[in-house]
């Protein structure tokens, strides 16, 4: 069992940066794919970021170019590095592990963008 939980959402306004963080307690293996999951008011949950247990990453065409997904310097965590931030970004993130047949969400970070 692993259970996640998500730090760093907040606050920012548009042209900002943020890093969510997600840590895992009972460890987060190489082998895992690990994702980050955004869900804005009245929208459907729809996937951002993804490292794949082969170790590829893949991106939403909205956030190609200014949102990075990658494994944290703690060995239970890994991250998503947030530039450019637009309004449209506004939402509810979610940490994701998945470990073979099994999947693994955290609680959520609130992300506003807003002036």
């Known amino acids: 069992q692993v259970h996640l939980v998500e730090s760093g959402g907040g606050l920012v306004q548009p042209g900002g940066s943020l890093r969510l963080s997600c840590a895992g307690s009972g460890g987060i293996f190489s082998s895992d794919s690990r994702a980050w999951y955004r869900q804005a008011p009245e929208k459907e949950r729809e996937l951002v970021a993804i490292?794949?247990?082969?170790?590829?990453?893949n991106y939403a065409d909205s956030v190609k170019g200014r949102f990075t997904i990658g494994r944290g310097s703690a060995q239970n965590t890994f991250y998503l590095q947030m530039n450019n931030l637009k309004p449209e970004d506004t939402a509810v993130y979610y940490c994701?592990?998945?470990?073979?047949?099994?999947?693994?969400w955290g609680e959520g970070a609130l992300v506003i963008v807003s002036s």
């Open positions: 490292i794949t247990n082969g170790g590829n990453t």
């Open positions: 994701y592990l998945r470990r073979g047949p099994l999947t693994f």
